[in-house]
Structures are given as C-alpha cells and as structure tokens.
C-alpha cells in the first residue's frame, strides 16, 4: 500500500517570508496525482494545489508552487511572501491514477504551519 | 450550491449507544467518502461508495457500517460506540477520474465518553 510520510509536524515562519513543507511517498505505481491540502482552524479542508505524476513541470497557484522530485519520491510546497491566513494544518496527499484501483486517498500526518507577525 | 454538509456537527455519547452521521452532497457526484482524523495520523479512510447503491471498506472499517441508498446521500453508521471513535469523521465526494477534485465537508467531532 502506498504511503505518505510528513517529516515536519510542526513548522514557523515569518511573515513575508518564503517556507517550505517537505512530503516524501512511497509506491511502486508509475501513474499517480498527488496533492497538498490545507486546513485552517475552521477544519474545512481546502484544496491548495495538485500535481500530475506524468507531468514534469512543477504546478503552481499564485504564492505556492511545489517542488515534484518523481525519482526521489518528493513532493514539496513552497509558500512565497506568507501571509498571517496561511497558519494552518497542510496535508499531503497520494492518489492512484492506476485502473481497477479505486484511487482513493492516502493522506500524511500533516504538518502545522505557524506563522510569525 | 452547499456543496457537501454533515450533520451533525458536534456529538456527545455514551458507550454503547448508536448514531448515524449524515453526508450530503449536491454536486450529482459518484463517489463519496467517510474519514476519520485523529491527532498525527492525519485522515484515515473508514469506508467509501463508488455510486448508488454500492459500498465497499477503507482503511480503517471496523465499528462502522455505511449505507448509499440515494446518490447525494452518504450515511456513516456506529452502532455501538466505544471511547476509540472519538474523532474528527469527514465526508468528501468528488467525480469519475482520478483526477478529480476531491470536495470535503465541514466535518463532524464526536466524543465517546
């Protein structure tokens, strides 16, 4: 069964700064999405961006980017120019793309992400 | 559109007593999903539902049952609740594909006391 591991249970940063969220998988499967998720005090789980396994450019939404390493297993997040509203849980999340698997979810430990006035 | 709701949102009960949560989507979408979070585990799933009708075990089943008798409707089963599923439980829906945004609730806490 694939797995994701969040090495970082907790992490600060200053605002205005730049900060990044390590995520390492493991699976044999060669076609798969992985995605990074927030989730403020309110407990909604917000998608923040996903990527496409077969896709070598790294993704991007505004201020986060990440960092996808498919030989390493590493999918990363960085958050540019944080700002007080990105405080929150981040989870990192492995789906299958395989057929007859039925893709759902493996989620980290996640990561809580402080941020410094 | 609401999107996907839960309810309840909060719970208090006793050993031994049941309940049913109840998830609700109005996206018309096929697949749904029953998680629970606990602190440093992140989200586990319990059981899911690849369309009406149809369910089938996650990661974590064991005390739950489910049923997906209308499409837009998802319901997560204890039918005697032990202090071990106090919890934070999820429900999330997304389309056909992998692809696919997966849409999450605003979760319901339940206390097993």
């Known amino acids: 069964a694939q797995t994701v591991t969040q090495s970082q249970p907790e992490m600060s940063v200053q605002e205005a700064e730049t900060v990044t969220l390590s995520c390492t998988y493991d699976t044999s499967e060669s076609d798969y999405y992985l995605f990074w998720y927030k989730q403020p005090p309110s407990r909604q789980m917000i998608l923040v961006i996903r990527?496409?396994?077969?896709?070598?450019q790294n993704a991007t939404e505004n201020r986060f980017s990440v960092n996808f390493q498919k030989a390493a297993k590493s999918f990363s997040l960085k958050i540019s120019d944080s700002q007080l509203g990105d405080a929150a849980m981040y989870f990192c999340?492995?789906?299958?793309?395989?057929?007859?698997?039925?893709?759902?979810?493996?989620f980290g430990a996640g990561t809580r992400l402080t941020v410094k006035p | 559109n609401a999107g996907v709701t839960q309810t309840p949102k909060f719970r208090v009960l006793k050993t031994g007593q049941s309940m049913t949560l109840l998830c609700a989507q109005d996206m018309n979408h096929e697949y749904m999903y029953w998680y629970r979070q606990d602190p440093g585990m992140g989200l586990r799933l319990i059981h899911y539902?690849?369309?009406?009708?149809?369910?089938a075990k996650g990661e974590v089943p064991d005390g739950y049952n489910v049923s997906r008798l209308k499409k837009q409707n998802f319901l997560l089963g204890l039918e005697s609740a032990a202090p071990s599923q106090t919890s934070v439980y999820f429900c999330a829906s997304r389309e056909q594909g992998a692809r696919e945004t997966q849409y999450f609730g605003p979760g319901t806490r339940l206390l097993v006391l």
């Open positions: 539902s690849v369309g009406e009708g149809t369910t």
């Open positions: 999340a492995y789906r299958s793309a395989e057929l007859n698997n039925n893709n759902d979810m493996r």
């Open positions: 990527q496409e396994a077969y896709k070598q």
